[in-house]
């Protein structure tokens, strides 16, 4: 370490202790004009066994704790370099070196968590819903093409909680030690926008390292540090490809680009389906992008063009749109199934939407979702059944001459479905009372419909036929809407049920 | 008087072709104008120049980028008749408007952009109305704003013969930017009034199809926004980011955005929507975002530093707007994730409805156009969600993206990682074969399909297969390949495990032995085949050789909790219960929330410090509970917060909190239960919680789960006894009233455990008073009756290890401080504790096993029979159970029913070493000397090489 640097920041860490407080803000402000400070820490903290290293970190605490916002993101700006100096000391299990470095980590993670008041604090945000009105959209405009059950389960808007409440923490420990990472992480992205290029380039060498050190990539990047291998989780690495996707969109393109394919790569070893799933959609969004890196266009390479309005898909091709108005007419009904068959649908989630569309009639038109676990084997089968309950009461008099069969195979299914529905009971407390209020309703309905099945023949006056087609769409649910019959007289229920998947 | 109404009628429909830019219509409509009355003859002219520019601008679009130059032979035609209309001054003020802005366009197209800007001047577009004008007017002023700017951006600065009133300012510099604002300005305006064109031609349009429905004409034709229509639209925020003022550029995509869409919008409104959604990603952080209804703040880190200050505000005004979205309860983002979420979900719904699902090759372009807008929207809509953690509602996106997903890779795979990160496993692993099809050498698709086979699924036939898969690709799958030798030996162990049959076990140990050795020596510095190879030694009691393996597994990765572990039971084994003590607290030292941990250490403790020792462990361990699982705000709800999510968001936890039994032979079947508990049910979701921690909820009504926590009742508030300090909350609780009912709970579970008061030594009372989950079990249980339901309704024969129940910890905990209890012969207290974890699983084998060991202690021999006899009938390969009712048999003098029972146990599990010694002594008391003699011998081998607890609990997950 150069003499010069030092004397920059011994200059620095004396300034700061004799600053009156009403000074702090114009001190803060004039903290980016110290050309030769900014690099000079960073030395000090990569150096790790210089005597400047505590007071350093000291120092960068204290700028934390002000509550300042421009001293706080001059400490946040050296976290990449910080956590690479506690992970590779961590790694080469020499605990006594990196005492002031924990202690500083600590200290921003416990002052991050709780709010002004000392609450812990939690993040949350709003999962915005396409049927609520918003500053962009009427839910109108949109039609019902969202109305999934997802989309239904968060009629409205929900508040999720991202990240918190989280507990004070004394000490790194091997298991909390990527939690605190990964939350300070997630403040050092909150801040990204007002991070120096140094930062960023530091954010995605220790991404890299992080992911090759000890791998057979690491002689490829030729990187001779440590080479033990770190843990890591699957949480931290989604953290570090959020600012690695921030370094490659503004200006650091070579070192960003470099640092994502290393997380990949170390993804893929760890089988860690989140960071890959972000890091490949990065990957592939900014597959077309031409990225202009930093030395023409300035810091930003977020640049648009004009684009042509007209929809550049020729009219007479079939689109979802053009086929919405189409009405299906499958009449290859196929069983129930057997149970074996059922059984390999076991999945978690199961949805049941009642409702009737038809301009014609008065159908009981409540949707509702619900994830309710099936308990029975064959119910298994109604794995995000749609069904479209309705009363048929038009004038097919004559098609009651109920099988047997039939009616035997309808209150199989009315046993099933009702057993789906009141299954309600240990569901997590997700569900709105609306949809509470709505499944009983169905209940109710759907007796009603399959009593309509039920009783015997004689009754021609009754005239109310249930036929129920459930039949799998390509987007994986399954309708049961009845259908007009007119071919068969009987009435039947039949399932659908595609190859899932 | 009729020629006058004709006359009117015949302006109106002039007025309607020319909004509706029907321009073949309007040679025959001049004709027949110019038959009525003669002043219209320059009227006749602006028309038929308008018209024939406008075909003209149809038939040669001008392409972005490209900037027209020269006269066209055939505009010579237009200007004719323009300079016609305009020479002869005898035109209305607002036609004379008309054909200048035409005259203007005119220069433009032809490239004399000075001259353009001269008409320009002297139409004065700032005086222009916008209100009470009729549409196509709109239209015209919108494009001859563009075109202005255009005009400005073509024309150098400098120039003297710039006839502009902002010149005239000293500094050059100045006068750039004033020009640069000038054109922006330009833009903006001429996007604005597009907008408000456009909506009121979509207006007028309707309502002329209302009016007259015959001869409707080309009806449903949409509007086209020419060249000028779309600059003006999109210019304004081009400059604003290329001169990187971004936050001009936002504030801009926000104001087009905002205005209500219509039809020719649409496809503009998702570009725009998907570009902001891009840089709301990319290009900002939640500290300098602002919201849509707040100023943009003055200084940006997002603007160019060194055109700072040039960010000046919009500084003009319209007397008409486009409308905007508004109404009560709008809802508004408030962060940049919510941002750009709403605005990709906007996309995605548009980007859906344009999929193109007609697969004939004609159609093959538009295919690949509507896949690659939507696919840039899942992509972003992934990031994301990513980042804020919900899988669920990402899967749920991706799985709308399956009607672009036929063959391609990408999306697939996206979805199957969003099943997979949602916890979906069963789906994901479909949707991961579909993967292996489509990209069959890519060894990571397999792989992430075994981890999901051994770990949530248990399905170990499929998995053996998708490792095989690894296996196959031999050299190609290079890194990997280990990776799939470490696959297919736990494939193979955990089949020992649940082998049934001891040939079969040794069979498959042997194979996992060798996959194993194999994926060691491939790949010699990953920690995890050295761990896994020590484990299976382990299992198969060659303890010196494990242990040189976990060392060498430590000596690779030093804090890995396993490793740790396996070290500790290995230690153990060979009767070196302090020093693994000392390793089981070192590794507490690293990993203090670890119950796996926690339950070794209970166990270790009663054998080196007594069982007062393991008792407070017991505690300390409810007090770790407690903390952790109560860490959960009550007050979120939604999908992501609830605990068990978290639980499965926290992986390293999850491995934690596999139960010392559990992956053991004999349990197998029982534990299926809090398998299948933990993906449908999920009864810990916070609110549950805090209402269920009250005695009034009805357990039978769901829908008080929904309420607010009523207060508990607290019956008889003076009779509040001091009781056992309340330990101390090692975090602030998060809120008051979840705290105050949880002190309720002490008080009650005080009162109604009297008879247990007398029996408070060693901080007993102390232990309930952490978590005692009196009023939570009736929750609980019904979770319980649920789980057993699926659980007897699923063979034993498939075992599942899935994620666990919190439940089921804190019912393990339970029942390790009964066990503790029996050791130091106090019936009252563990079965006070066996009564704590019955009321969460009653049902359950280890309960029901513990229950019998305690009247075992009372003396009580039949009951104990009975106790065990119904543990069997739930899990009837369960061997400690088995070996306890093959002693009572014994005692009953019932020989053969006891040596039955005995070798069933020991087919189970041929390494139990006390199911040998009862063997043994059955056989010695029916005179079977030599038999006895040879199981004593086995079970004094087994002994030697036995566990404090079996190797298996030590979870195997790739």
Known sequence: MLAMDQGVVEEWLSEFKTLPDNAVSNYAASLKDKAALVPALYKVIRENYSDLLEPVCHQLFEFYRSGEPQLQRFTLQFLPELLWSLLSVSAARDPHTSGCIEALLLGIYNLEIVDKDGQSKVLSFTVPSLSKPSVYHEPSAIGSIALTEGALANHGLSRVVYSGPHLQRETFTAQNRFEVLTFLLLCYNAALSYMTAISLQSLCQLSS???????????????????????????????LITGIHYALCNGEVEQGSKALDDVLYRAQLELFPEALLVGNAIKSSLHGAALKSNNKEGARSIQVEITPTSSRISRNAVTSLSIRGHRWKRHDAVDLGSPDELMDISEVDEGVWPGGVGPDMTPPTITISNSVTTLNLGAKAMKKCRLGGRSNKDKEAGALTTGRAASENAELSFKRLTLTSSQSVPKAGALTSLTRTASAVFSRSFEQVASGIVPPSSNHTASEVGRYSCSLQEDGLGYLSPVPNHTQRSPSISVHLGSDL | MTARKSGSRLETEIERCRSESQWDKIPELVRQLSAKLISNDDLGELLLGECKLQTYLKENPIKQGASPRGPRPKLVEVRKHLTAALDRGNLKADYLQEASLLMAKLCYVEGEYRDALGHYSRVSLEDMQLGGAP????????????????????????????????????????????????????????????LLYLQEAEKALSAGIQNRSPKPGPTAQDLELGYFLETGLQRAHVIHFKNGNLTRGVGRFREILRAVENRTTQSLRMTIARQLAEILLRGMCEQSYWSPLEDPPTVSPLDDPTRQGHTLSKNYSLSRRPRVYSGENLFCPQENTEEALLLLLISESMANRDAVLSRIPEHNNDRIISLQSASVVYDLLTIALGRRGQYEMLSECLERAMKFAFEEFHLWYQLALSLMAAGKSARAVKVLKECIRLKPDDPTIPLLAVKLCIGPLHWLDEGECFANMVIDMGEKAAEFRAKGFLAIGLVYSLKATDASLRSTQEEYQRKALGAFQRAQSLSPTDHLAAFYLALQLAVSRQIPEALGYVRQ???LQGDDVHSLHLLALLLSAQKHYHDALNIIEMALSEYPENFNLLYTKVKLESMCRGPEEALLSCKHMLQIWKSFYNLTNPSDSGRGSSLLDRAIADRRQLNAMTLPDFSDPETVSGSSSSYSGSEPVSPTS???????SSPLSSPSSPLFILQPPPLPPTKNPTFLPPGPPHPPLPHPA????????????????????????????????????????????????????????????????????????????LAQIWLHAAEVYTGMSKPAEASACTQEASNLFPTSHNVLYMRGQIAELRGNIEEAKRWYEEALSINPTHVKTMQRLGLILHQLQRYSLSEKVLRDAVQVNSTAHDVWNSLGEVLQAQGNAAAATECFLTALELEASSPILPFTIIPRAL
């Open chain 1, 209 to 239: 390292r992080v992911c090759i050190c000890g791998y057979p990539r690491q002689q490829i990047r030729r990187y001779k540090g440590i080479s033990t291998r770190l843990t890591v989780t699957s949480e931290f690495l989604v953290q």
């Open chain 2, 135 to 194: 549409v196509y007017r709109l239209s015209m002023i919108a494009e001859a704003y563009a075109t202005k700017g255009l005009c400005l951006e073509k024309v150098p600065a400098a120039s003297p013969a710039l006839s502009n009133k902002n010149t005239g300012s000293p500094s050059s510099n100045r006068s750039i930017t004033d020009r640069e604002q000038e054109i922006i300005t330009c833009y903006e305006k001429s996007g604005d009034i597009a």
């Open chain 2, 553 to 555: 597994a430590l000596q």
């Open chain 2, 686 to 692: 916070p609110s549950t919680i805090s209402t269920l």
């Open chain 2, 734 to 809: 998060p809120t008051r009233t979840r705290s105050h009912t949880f002190c309720n709970h002490i008080t009650l579970r005080q009162l109604s455990n009297c008879g247990l008061q007398d029996a408070n030594i060693l901080g007993f009372s102390s232990m309930f008073s952490v978590c005692s989950v009196h009023a939570t079990s009736i929750a609980a249980s019904r979770v319980e009756q649920a789980l057993s339901e699926v659980a007897s309704s699923l063979q034993s024969s498939a075992p599942k290890h899935g994620p666990l129940h919190p439940w089921m910890t």
